[in-house]
């Protein structure tokens, strides 16, 4: 079971995560205002809130895909 590091909320089974880059599911991003992301790639989560939507382009690592920042429910 995933885990969030803030708060210990389970977020996710480990066999949901997919490969979208050849780093595999996990990976370190800096956007283009210098803010550092850390990204899993995921097929199913739970227990999540999207905090910009709705999802946008901008700034996706994935041409193609629309990107999404999630928090847990008890961070949000």
């Known amino acids: 079971m995933l885990c969030c590091r ?3 909320a389970q977020v996710a089974d480990l066999r949901e995560a997919f490969l979208m880059s050849a780093e595999g599911p996990q990976a370190t991003y800096v956007n283009p205002g210098g803010f550092v992301h ?3 790639t995921l097929h199913k ?3 999540l809130r999207c905090v910009n939507e709705p999802p946008s ?3 996706s690592w ?6 999404s920042f999630e928090m ?5």
């Open 38 to 40: 850390e990204t899993l």
């Open 45 to 47: 989560a739970q227990g």
């Open 57 to 59: 382009t901008e700034y």
């Open 62 to 67: 994935f041409p193609g895909y629309e990107i």
């Open 72 to 76: 847990t429910l008890s961070l949000y």
């Open 6 to 8: 803030d708060c210990d």
